[in-house]
């Protein structure tokens, strides 16, 4: 039985979004157990209006939640949170894994210094999967968690990365790319070029840079970078995705006739929109923890709850955490 | 009259797209003077096919060009290449500006080694400006001169950027943001944090930090950020709308009811087409060089390089370097 610790606050349409989605992923996951994280009478009021079967789902009563504006670290310092609470969890080996579309500052601030680190890892990252042209996945590390890296930094998250891709989306050797400013092996500032080398010497299939308008085509399964590059590359792809939308929009309702023709199209739209949606993968993974814990998106509906809670089934089946320790124990220390 | 050199190879339709450029420039543009730098025959072939009037026109033969390949500084120094004449011309004062669609890197590194740099100016940066949902523009600074900045250089470019707008764009007091990861004051890398600080002290419209996805929202007029990063955006924008398009396509054309939809609204996916487009706004300026230096895109087409010497008589008239200059020298001295 894989335990699964889910908070069920923080996010825009928590609780009632998170509890839906626990109900559906009990009912489609045979091997996971849930404990749901957050006001017990709320919980369960939630829980007897959908009729839910509980016998796979227990509650863990927290009174207090973590605001999203809250200072991670002061936040973190809050035990009666749902947050703390069910990262204590995992700290206590009572679950294998936590679900949180909370504060991403205090989810990475907890993990780090309540679940802790594997042991050798310099550093978590922030793990989210976009998707590509060619219908897959690319997992983009790191995307927020270490604004300012050393190269070594680069070349652990190569290495988590890889044994992610391999391990729980089934990719036998993951292609991992530098994120860079020049596809020639010479490109970068001082860090991707010294990242490169290392990159070079993991135990990984490194296939070189990758140009950022290339970030999506598809010939990558894993794309390293430094957390605030990442940062900047995800919220763009957000932004930019929701503007050329708006744009187009603009444009299809400008006369009668693109108008009737979006109207014909309206499927292929929904279809797009589906196919850009991260509700289908999950969350963002946070690679480096001494157990699983993964960031759903904050506005995150049933649907994506489940899909996380999934991603952290795959994650546990999946043995990441054992192979990322033999893996960093594997490379060289920084001289 | 302003006197512009133009570098009729390096281009991907080169050099008839930027001949024809030329000839469409001085149709519509009473007060400027072009040089065509390239081929002396293959030039007047040209201008004879067109059957331009070249009143305004003339050559400065040069038999060789720099290739995209090349190793930058290694390239500047072929003094028979077309890049490197036109870049003369505006070193001995006989232009005042370049227009090239040729190496970017080869056009930086000429800029700043045979043009040279305005005094103060610690780096020149490059400057492209990207369309916003609002249907004005940004502009994006640095995107790729200096990889690895300091934070003064980030001051600078501030600087830069808020004379260009004002001076060119006509915008009464350009809303200049820090490209960061988070909109608080606090938030940032090392680099941003810092460069928060020198901008608030600058002599600017400075309205903090911008997260990556309100980067095309039209909320700002200029984005700081250093090269590498610019660089990301910059490449990711040309990319990511590229996949979004091909993705939708995919979509738009896998059933017939959405086909017909699509084909029905074709003016105005190609109206969206258009307000993405770059070439509507010429290419990006090279900000902190003695002269005016622009930096047409690789692919641009007659009207593209139209634009592009639009923008050079923009920014002669608009006496933005003197202005620069003055800004540059009142900023405190790095300690």
Chains 1, 2 share one sequence.
Not at 100 to 123: E, M
Not at 226 to 251: H, I, P, Q
Request: charged share 25%.
């Amino acid at each position: 039985m894989i335990r699964i610790a889910l908070d069920v606050m923080g996010g825009d349409n928590c609780p009632a979004a998170a509890i839906e989605g626990a109900v559906r992923a009990t009912k489609t996951m045979e091997d996971i157990e849930l404990i749901l994280c957050g006001k017990e009478a709320q919980i369960k009021a939630e829980l007897d209006k959908l009729g839910a079967d509980t016998e796979r789902i227990s509650i863990l009563d927290a009174q207090e939640e973590i605001d999203c504006h809250e200072q991670p670290t002061a936040a973190i310092r809050r035990r009666e949170t749902s947050m703390v609470k069910a990262l204590n969890l995992v700290a206590k080996g009572e679950a294998d894994a936590v679900v949180s579309s909370g504060s991403t500052g205090a989810l990475l601030a907890g993990a780090t210094l309540i679940v802790k680190r594997i042991k050798g890892v310099k550093r978590p990252a922030l793990s989210p999967l976009l998707p590509t042209v060619k219908g897959g996945w690319i997992m983009l590390i790191d995307c927020g968690a270490n604004t300012d890296c050393k190269p070594q930094y680069l070349q652990q998250f190569s290495v988590m990365a890889s044994t992610y891709m391999q391990s729980v989306m089934g990719i036998d050797k993951p292609r991992i790319a530098l994120l860079n400013n020049g596809s020639e092996a010479e490109k970068g500032c001082e860090l991707t070029k010294a990242a490169y080398k290392l990159l070079k010497e993991a135990p990984i299939n490194f296939v070189g840079n990758c140009e950022a308008r290339d970030v999506l085509s598809g010939e990558y399964d894993a794309l390293v970078c430094d957390g605030f590059v990442g940062n900047v590359v995800l919220k763009y792809t957000e932004g930019l995705a929701g503007s050329m939308m708006t744009m187009l929009k603009t444009e299809l309702t400008a006369d009668l006739r693109s108008k009737l023709g979006a109207a014909l199209s309206m499927n292929a739209f929904r279809r797009f929109k589906k196919k850009m949606d991260y509700k289908e993968v999950g969350g963002a993974v946070l690679l480096g923890i001494n157990g699983c814990v993964i960031k759903a998106h904050g506005s995150s509906d049933a649907k994506a709850f489940a899909s996380a809670i999934k991603q952290a089934e795959l994650f546990s089946n999946g043995n990441v955490n054992p192979k990322i320790a033999e893996a960093i124990a594997e490379l060289p220390e920084e001289e």
